[in-house]
């Protein structure tokens, strides 16, 4: 089920990104980004419509995946 991004709380949002771009084995290629930089991109691509949020109901979990993946 897709998530709205604006409905989550601010905190719950970044929180959710943040993890996201942490995760082991994510791959930013040959450049070393900060945190903040990743979470900001996430954060764009999430308002352009070009990533969505994820709420898996059989396993409780949410995830960040890009829209033409689904």
């Known amino acids: 089920m897709i998530i709205p991004w604006e409905q989550l709380q601010p ?3 970044t929180n959710l990104i943040k993890e996201f ?3 082991d084995g994510t791959d ?3 450049k070393e980004t900060t945190t903040e930089t990743r979470i900001e991109q996430v954060r764009a691509k999430l308002r352009q419509g070009e990533a969505v949020v994820l709420f898996s109901q059989s396993t409780g979990q949410c995830n960040i995946v890009a829209r033409n993946s689904l």
């Open 11 to 13: 905190d719950t949002l």
């Open 21 to 23: 771009v942490t995760r």
């Open 28 to 30: 930013y290629g040959f």
